[in-house]
């Protein structure tokens, strides 16, 4: 117990010394106008009155770790219950009927503020939590051998030795708060003392640093970026699930095909590519230098099949255009006509015959 509570404690005893105890005429008196006429007045000087054994009972329970103040608070309940129950005319007085309800109140609570984590409190958990306490006392002075004394222990109880080395690890945990002090006096609390399994400040400032150079070497390299991979990039690459445009909105939106809106795209990426590659500040960690093995065959599988798919489509592409020159060639000579197409056609020693009259002639 701190100085302060044995201070508060003691200012409270001495506020109960002016509560005098009652005579059994004037107890019965102001418990029938609680009774009957729901006197409050009554009610109060009742409680007040016996107030004085709630600390005396509640000095007993010491010894199990738990405030003082608390456990006159516990006390003081049980005797406001007790008020609700308490029938003048059986002829017993206040402070005999009262004080079962002030202990009981007082055993719930150390049941339940031993462990936060247990199996609730109840009269068969509070005969066997005393029971054990008074019971391992008095054994292990018997014996010196701690295994002859929980042998011992356990046929009192009328438990197994593995049952009871459970019972024992339960009543012997205590769960200790994280806010609470070091020690007395003390401006350290335990939270202080565990190790976090954070990240230091210096990964962490490592770690932020590198995030601010990426983002500034993508805020650089799309600005290189034309008007039309710009838009591309923040509409598809930048943008969140729900935003994201799909290739044929694109396309819509720029008056280009789908296709045309896929090649830009792809160009763009390329850039950015080649710009934060560029652009990116170099990593000092070694561990991170080394780039990792898979990363980088999948990396030149999927450059690989992008330069297969480009060669097959400028293969595809010239075959196309070969075809269409073809085509037009032959629709060339379909669309001249007879008389010039005959012309062209004649033997270069063949003489026309009006040109011979006239000279003749």
């Not at 102001?30 to 016996?50: G, I, T």
């Not at 806010?179 to 565990?194: A, P, Y």
């Amino acid at each position: 117990m701190t100085a302060a509570s044995r201070g508060a404690i003691t200012g409270y005893g001495g506020q109960l010394a002016h509560f005098s105890p009652l005579t059994r005429d004037r107890e019965r008196e102001l418990a029938l106008r609680w009774r009957q006429d729901r006197d409050a007045a009554a009610a109060d000087e009742l409680v007040k009155a016996h107030l004085r054994y709630v600390v005396a009972s509640a000095l007993k329970f010491r010894r199990y770790g738990i405030p003082l103040d608390e456990l006159i608070a516990e006390g003081s309940f049980g005797v406001v219950h007790a008020l609700g129950k308490f029938d003048p005319d059986r002829g017993t007085r206040f402070v005999t009927y009262a004080a079962y309800w002030i202990r009981a109140y007082i055993l719930n609570y150390v049941l339940r503020s031993w462990s936060l984590v247990g199996s609730g409190a109840g009269a068969l958990r509070s005969k066997n939590f005393f029971r054990l306490r008074r019971e391992r006392a008095r054994v292990f002075n018997l014996f010196t051998d701690e295994s002859l004394a929980q042998e011992e222990l356990a046929r009192r109880l009328e438990v197994p030795v593995n049952q009871l080395a459970a019972m024992l690890e339960r009543l012997d945990t205590r769960d200790v708060s994280l806010d609470s002090q070091l020690f007395d006096g003390s401006n350290s609390r335990l939270l202080d003392t565990l190790v976090s399994d954070a990240a230091d400040q210096e990964v962490s400032l490592a770690d932020d640093e590198a995030r601010l150079g990426r983002a500034e070497a993508v805020r650089s390299a799309i600005v290189k970026l034309d008007a039309r991979e710009r838009f591309i990039v923040e509409s598809r690459m930048m943008a969140d699930r729900d935003d994201e445009l799909s290739l044929a909105e694109i396309g819509r939106r720029l008056g280009v095909s789908r296709e045309r809106a896929r090649q830009l795209e792809a160009r763009a990426k390329g850039k950015l590519r080649a710009l934060l590659g560029r652009d990116l500040p170099e990593k000092d960690d070694a561990s991170t230098a080394d780039l990792d093995t898979e990363a980088l065959s999948r990396e030149a599988l999927s450059r690989e099949a992008l330069s297969r798919e480009a060669l097959s489509r400028e293969a595809l592409s010239r075959e196309a255009l070969s075809r269409e020159a073809l085509s037009r060639e032959a629709l060339s000579h379909e669309n001249v006509p007879g008389g010039s197409r005959a012309d062209n056609d004649a033997p270069s020693g063949r003489r026309d015959p009006v040109s011979v009259t006239r000279r003749c002639a």
